[in-house]
């Protein structure tokens, strides 16, 4: 079904109108979204996830609106506790759609895993050697998943190369492996060490670590989009985005945050989809340094219409089968509202969403400054904080933003005057 993401008015509905107009959207029954309700995971599902559980965590899960990725529609969820994150992506989202929404593509869903040997006397030789089993090493990790490889995945190439460490050379082989829908890592490790003996044997050396690279760079995806100049508010915002760029681009301690506001999208997805925030993170900063020094994922320039492109390419190791994907029952939910079919096209959303982040974030920076918004939202949490209940909320958060005064203690006061007006 061709979902519409553009709902006007949708942030000032509420909760359960909200999740009504995302079921009717997404084209998805109202009961799929039920775990929603409770955060989604019972205890006992919990206690089977990870060790020594006591609890659960709740976070808040937004709806993104009026994302589009190569002409279609997406509602895309996200999961994250930070304010005005959900909204900026939004916004972003639909200065992009004037012109297209996002364009994204991929290399493949391609992980590598990597097989250290030490202690090889003649390293270079081993190397030869190693890359003279190619095809039995190939096939000795297809024969550890069958089910991959009737899916039309499995190992597709193997690289060595002699690697100089301060113990000595050591011969690092790399497995690199299609693992279609998965996000890979348990299928890549079974494979790593299922060769390493073999491998090592040829190399006339030890096996030591088997194990996947989250510099995930032969799973790379790249989004670009053209953000509209006068939605942007002007010719001069987006020379200013531009200049914004320059400055991430060049120097690391900028990078490390313009990246991160790259990160609360890709992030906030990752999570609510139920994949590994930590493997996307890693990959993503080791790309951002991948010439050697620390820089911005992304790049903004100015197209001759005077509009602003945007590009963002990043490793996007993620998968809709198997771990906390499947288990988790919020994260399925997620992939039904996003009503993505494989692995890469929600990885596409996903840095498509990153971008649209990024912009959001440099849009505000270069024009009022990333404190106006953000404390608008921010005085709803402490409004909330001070006591105040749900109908309450939007009244005092008004009346902190207009005095200037976002403080519990001034919530307090505001929240005591508006019951004793309305007493
Ligand atoms: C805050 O979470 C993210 C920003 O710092 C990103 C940026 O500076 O580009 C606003």
Redesign the pocket.
């Known amino acids: 079904m061709a979902v519409n993401s553009r709902i006007s008015g949708f942030k000032d509905r509420s909760v359960a109108e909200r999740r009504a107009l995302v079921a009717d959207g997404a084209g998805v029954a109202a009961a799929a979204l039920s775990a929603l309700d409770t955060g989604g995971l019972a205890l006992d599902q919990a206690d089977h996830m990870i060790e020594n559980v006591i609890g659960t965590i709740g976070l808040p899960l937004g709806v993104a609106t009026n994302v589009t990725v190569n002409g279609r529609d997406h509602l895309v969820p996200m999961a994250t506790e ?1 304010p005005s ?1 959900v909204a900026a992506a939004s916004n972003a989202a639909r200065i992009a759609r004037v012109h297209g929404g996002f364009h994204a593509s991929g290399s493949g869903p391609v992980m590598i895993a990597q097989i250290q040997v030490v202690d090889v006397i003649d390293p270079y030789g081993a190397r030869n050697r190693v890359l003279e089993a190619r095809e039995e090493i190939l096939a000795l990790a297809d024969a550890q998943d069958p089910v991959l490889v009737r899916l039309g995945g499995g190992a597709r190439d193997l690289t060595a190369r002699v690697l100089p460490t301060r113990a000595g050379p050591q011969v690092i082989a790399h497995l690199l492996v299609d693992v279609r829908d998965a996000m890979g890592a348990n299928a890549v490790n079974t494979m790593a060490e299922a060769v390493a003996p073999a491998l090592a044997e040829r190399a006339g050396g030890r096996p030591l670590l088997r194990i996947l690279s989250n510099k995930a760079d032969t799973r790379l995806v790249r989004a670009r989009a053209v953000f509209d100049a006068e939605l942007l508010g002007g010719p001069q915002v987006v020379d200013d985005i531009v200049a914004a760029s320059a400055f ?1 681009e060049a120097d690391p301690y900028r990078a490390a ?2 990246n ?2 790259i990160m ?1 999208g890709i992030s906030a997805v990752v999570l609510a989809t139920g994949n590994d925030t930590r493997a996307v993170e890693a990959g993503c900063h080791a790309h951002a340094a991948r010439d050697g020094a620390y820089t911005a994922l992304s790049r903004f320039e100015k197209d001759r219409d005077g509009n602003l492109t945007g590009t963002l390419e990043v490793p996007m190791p993620v998968g809709l089968v198997g771990g906390a994907t499947r288990a988790h029952p919020v994260a399925q939910a997620a992939i039904k509202i996003l009503g993505v079919t494989s692995a890469a096209e929600l990885a596409e959303v996903i840095v498509s969403v990153g971008l649209a982040q ?1 912009l959001a ?2 849009r ?2 270069a024009a009022e400054g ?1 404190q106006h918004g953000h404390m608008r939202l921010h005085a709803r949490t402490i409004a909330a904080t001070a006591g105040a209940a749900p109908d309450e909320v939007p009244r005092v958060a008004e009346r902190l933003v207009r005095d200037g005064k976002i403080q519990e203690e001034y919530a307090r006061q505001a929240l005591a005057s508006l019951r004793g007006e309305r007493a």
């Open positions: 930070e994150v991430a945050t313009h991160k506001g609360n990024n974030a440099c505000a920076l990333i």
